[in-house]
């Protein structure tokens, strides 16, 4: 099992950048892909940004693409997503995902390991 921490969530004007943060811990975390979803209240998640372990491929959904970048640190524990040109509908729980041996798919379906999630509200 893998614990997954996000943090970095808050409030920010349209327009602006946030980047938030997903602090991964556990005894097998090796050749994971980790993935970005987010929920707006009252609807159903949807993929966000994916990434490889290795970093060779990312997946972006068409809403993100161009603005937000996902992405690790060198000793792989932090998944990043860094958000720019943000949007009101951008709003938003942000949720990691880390698939081991994953291809960085945008299916939520085939994510292991999720964390709690953290808050992005873009106001307008």
């Known amino acids: 099992q893998v614990q997954l921490v996000e943090s970095g969530g808050g409030l920010v004007q349209a327009g602006g950048s946030l980047t938030i943060s997903c602090a991964a811990s556990?005894?097998?975390?090796?050749?994971?892909?980790a993935a970005w979803f987010r929920r707006a209240p009252g609807k159903d998640r949807e993929f966000v940004a994916a990434?490889?372990?290795?970093?060779?491929?990312?997946n972006y959904a068409d809403s993100v693409k161009g603005r937000f970048t996902i992405s690790r640190d060198n000793a792989k524990t932090t998944v990043y997503l860094h958000m720019n040109s943000l949007k009101p509908e951008d709003t938003g729980v942000y949720y990691c995902?880390?698939?081991?041996?994953?291809?960085?798919?945008?299916?939520?379906?085939?994510?292991?390991?999720w964390g709690q999630g953290t808050q992005v509200t873009v106001s307008s």
């Open positions: 995902a880390v698939d081991q041996w994953g291809s960085a798919t945008m299916s939520e379906k085939t994510y292991e390991s």
């Open positions: 990434l490889t372990w290795s970093g060779s491929h990312t």
């Open positions: 556990g005894r097998t975390f090796v050749n994971y892909a």
